[in-house]
């Protein structure tokens, strides 16, 4: 029987159980491939990681992302939650840059302050949406074409496109069809009004995965994604947050500050469950 450090964290939020969950397997070197998918399977979580030993120059760890499905090349809230458990579980909690490597490769992260941010990726897809898409993701939505003040893709590995409505009321009230999205996963953003909304937040966003029929609480990739597109075409400033996971009851906010080429996309790492968990034979491999 093995036994390994787990833990569970919520990821963007200063405030218990109002972040998107993450499990956290730690020295999980021997384990199997197909014990990894298990215990992703177990815990049904959107993403459990795996914490190992680097093999190139210049990581501090390796980090496997696993979903209930299969395995992810990166992920944004699993990069958070598995950097912070990496530094209490090392006792590296002063180190205050961090390198990650993952399925994209490295993966620069930064101490700013009590957060942790994360270096957006390159996108791999960028552009304006054609116009099928549009109808498509208007129909999913059930709304008007109209409603659609800009659209842009912001794919950096799951295929987000993202859309831009008027207000933060809008944005709550959809009630996507996730059948006629036809597996098009989808961010929608709009700014907040801060006589109307307040002060807290800049923007609202929500992420939309067809696939499982189901709303992401808070979404690092989309966010980062986002924070590149709006910044670099003038529609959001450099530094902003971002609140998502409203309609879900939970209170996600996201940081996001533009440094020259670099968009970093931050946030608070908070520790809900700390044990260990035993692995029977499936444990080596």
Same mark, same amino acid.
Request: hydrophobic share 40%; aromatic share 6%; net charge negative.
């Given at each position: 029987?093995?036994?390994?450090?787990?833990?569970?964290?919520?990821?963007?939020?200063?405030?218990?159980?109002?972040?998107?969950?993450?499990?956290?397997?730690?020295?999980?070197?021997?384990?199997? =491939?197909?014990?990894?998918?298990?215990?992703?399977?177990?815990?049904?979580?959107?993403?459990?990681?795996?914490?190992?030993?680097?093999?190139?120059?210049?990581?501090?760890?390796?980090?496997? @992302?696993?979903?209930?499905?299969?395995?992810?090349?990166?992920?944004? *809230?699993?990069?958070?939650?598995?950097?912070?458990?990496?530094?209490?579980?090392?006792?590296?909690? %002063?180190?205050?840059?961090?390198?990650?490597?993952?399925?994209?490769?490295?993966?620069? @992260?930064?101490?700013?302050? =009590?957060?942790?941010?994360?270096?957006?990726?390159?996108?791999?897809?960028?552009?304006?949406?054609? !116009?099928?898409? %549009?109808?498509?993701? /208007?129909?999913?939505?059930?709304?008007? !074409?109209?409603? %659609?003040?800009?659209?842009?893709?912001?794919?950096?590995?799951?295929?987000?496109?993202?859309?831009?409505?008027?207000?933060?009321?809008?944005?709550? /009230?959809?009630?996507?069809?996730?059948?006629?999205?036809?597996?098009?996963?989808? $961010?929608?953003?709009?700014?907040?009004?801060?006589?109307?909304?307040?002060?807290?937040? *800049?923007?609202?966003?929500?992420?939309?995965?067809?696939?499982?029929?189901?709303?992401?609480?808070?979404?690092?990739?989309?966010?980062?994604?986002? /924070?590149?597109?709006?910044?670099?075409?003038?529609?959001?400033?450099?530094?902003?947050?971002?609140?998502? #996971?409203?309609?879900? #009851? !939970?209170? #996600?906010?996201?940081?996001?500050?533009?440094?020259?080429?670099?968009?970093? @996309?931050?946030?608070?790492?908070?520790?809900?469950?700390? $044990?260990?968990?035993?692995? #029977?034979?499936?444990?080596?491999?």
């Amino acid at each position: 029987m093995r036994r390994l450090a787990f833990h569970q964290v919520d990821v963007f939020s200063d405030l218990p159980l109002k972040g998107n969950p993450l499990a956290v397997v730690v020295d999980a070197d021997e384990l199997s =491939d197909e014990t990894m998918a298990s215990l992703a399977n177990w815990t049904n979580l959107s993403e459990t990681t795996f914490l190992l030993k680097p093999t190139v120059p210049g990581a501090d760890y390796r980090v496997r @992302i696993f979903t209930p499905a299969g395995e992810l090349p990166f992920a944004g *809230h699993p990069t958070l939650g598995s950097c912070q458990v990496w530094l209490n579980s090392k006792g590296a909690t %002063i180190q205050s840059r961090i390198v990650q490597e993952c399925g994209v490769g490295l993966m620069q @992260i930064k101490r700013d302050d =009590d957060r942790l941010a994360f270096a957006a990726p390159p996108l791999l897809r960028s552009g304006e949406v054609d !116009r099928a898409t %549009i109808e498509t993701v /208007a129909n999913g939505l059930k709304i008007r !074409r109209e409603t %659609i003040k800009a659209a842009q893709w912001v794919d950096n590995g799951p295929g987000w496109v993202a859309v831009m409505l008027s207000s933060r009321a809008e944005v709550l /009230a959809l009630k996507p069809d996730y059948a006629a999205l036809a597996g098009q996963v989808l $961010g929608v953003i709009a700014p907040w009004d801060a006589e109307r909304d307040g002060s807290e937040a *800049h923007f609202e966003v929500r992420a939309f995965i067809p696939s499982r029929a189901t709303e992401d609480p808070v979404t690092g990739s989309l966010n980062a994604g986002l /924070a590149q597109w709006l910044t670099s075409a003038g529609l959001a400033p450099n530094s902003y947050i971002a609140s998502q #996971g409203t309609v879900l #009851g !939970r209170a #996600g906010r996201v940081h996001v500050e533009r440094e020259g080429e670099n968009v970093w @996309i931050g946030g608070k790492i908070l520790t809900c469950i700390e $044990g260990k968990l035993d692995i #029977g034979e499936l444990g080596t491999g």
